[in-house]
């Protein structure tokens, strides 16, 4: 369980970007972090993880607090960010000397995975392309085992193929004791892979706060996701946008009429009206009360 | 796996699912994959297969043997035609009806060209 309590941070004095956030992620998920530019999804990752400290407020995963950087945490915690620096040194030299602090660090694995990626064990990672290194940590990450893996648009350079290898990898990768957070702004790559999501908005004075965290199937069961030929006033419409033959229209889902998520137009919608969807998500009565 | 826009991805996980026991590729009463590796094959979250096995389950098409995994039940082919056919009246049927309204196509036309098919189909076969 990874939980922030009320936290505060900021990297400029009198500017803070977080203000009394609270988030709480459970295993056996695999989160998507999405916001717009600027909104700190990196930034949050860093405090998960113990390299930034909150300037207020709690952040605890599993036992431990991320900025003590316990052993005992940091062996079970993976960040795979999206600016690295990969050594010198063959793959097969980085896995040995790195994979020492991670006790469930499964080298069979890694193996597949470095062949699933089309390199080999004795390539050099600085003969490497960027999509290519970013690969290699990408499956130094999900061989680790940890309990927490999180992932900062890790979509970024790889090519079309490696993006459904990826989702095939992660979607092999989690299980009941792990949590999964991938940050990113490729929609289109994760769709089908993220559920729950978890949605920054901007609250107020360029203030962040999570508008939303819910399941694909929270998230369809009060809104409805469609075209219709005119904006009329039979559907309570969140968002709209013109499409061919119509409007692609976000609306609350009155009637629990089934339809698909679309995630580019969820996020439109969460921060165009924050505080409807906050509103709406947060009461688990009837829709009168809205 | 292509997922189409309109329905949710988990019911279209199921009707691939249903696909396989329809077609044999699944044999009926044995283990179908687990949650995980039909999550890994369609690059889908698993959370996503767990509700498509979970809705499949209600339906009658598989049961979960505790310990073992998934399997596809006996009469799982008159499970599938039977929320198949329920799916297809409620969701596809009333979009045919507006189809036809809206062209102008009355039923009696349907009606000869749906003879015609079947004719046809059952000469092929």
């Known amino acids: 369980m990874i939980e922030l309590t009320k936290v505060s941070f900021g990297y400029q004095r009198g500017r803070p970007l977080y203000e009394g956030l609270d988030l709480t992620l459970s295993e056996g998920s695999i989160y998507g972090l999405l916001g717009p530019n600027g909104a700190g999804k990196s930034t949050l990752l860093r405090l998960m993880s113990g390299l930034l400290y909150p300037k207020a407020g709690a952040i605890r995963v599993g036992n431990y607090v991320p900025g003590d950087r316990h052993p005992a945490f940091l062996e079970d915690t993976f960040l795979v960010p999206e600016e690295f620096y990969m050594p010198p040194v063959r793959i097969r030299q980085f896995v040995d000397s790195n994979a020492p602090f991670y006790p469930r660090f499964d080298r069979s694995q890694m193996k597949h995975y470095v062949q699933e990626f089309g390199l080999t064990d004795d390539q050099k990672l600085n003969e490497l392309s960027y999509g290519q290194k970013k690969k290699v940590l990408i499956g130094f990450g999900l061989a680790t085992n940890t309990a927490v893996l999180l992932m900062d648009e890790p979509t970024n350079g790889l090519d079309i193929p490696s993006k459904s290898q990826f989702r095939r990898l992660v979607a092999g990768a989690v299980d009941e004791r792990r949590i999964v957070v991938i940050s990113t702004h490729q929609i289109r790559d994760l769709e089908a892979l993220i559920d729950p999501v978890v949605i920054l908005a901007e609250r107020s004075r360029s203030r962040m706060t999570v508008a939303l965290k819910a399941s694909v199937e929270e998230i369809t069961a009060k809104l409805w996701f469609g075209m219709v030929s005119e904006l009329d006033s039979s559907r309570p419409i969140l968002y709209s946008e013109r499409a061919v033959g119509g409007y692609a229209i976000v609306a609350e889902n009155q009637s629990g009429e089934p339809s698909r998520l679309d995630l580019e137009r969820l996020f439109n919608t969460v921060q165009a009206e924050p505080q409807r969807i906050s509103q709406l998500f947060s009461s688990t009565s009837t829709y009168a009360a809205v | ?125």
């Open chain 2, 1 to 125: 796996m292509d997922f189409r826009d309109k329905q949710a991805i988990y019911l279209q996980i199921a009707e691939y699912v249903s696909e396989q026991v329809l077609l044999g590729r699944w044999p009926v009463g044995e283990k179908i994959p687990s949650v995980r590796d039909l999550a890994a094959e369609l690059e889908v979250n698993p959370n996503t297969v767990m509700r498509t096995y979970d809705f499949l389950s209600q339906q009658g098409v598989i049961a979960n043997k505790r310990g073992i995994g998934y399997f596809s039940a006996e009469d799982a082919l008159d499970k599938i035609r039977t929320f198949r056919r329920e799916q297809f009246l409620q969701n596809d049927l009333p979009q045919f009806f507006k189809n036809l309204t809206l062209l102008g196509i009355n039923l009696r036309e349907i009606e000869t060209r749906y003879d015609a098919y079947v004719n046809t189909t059952t000469n092929a076969q």
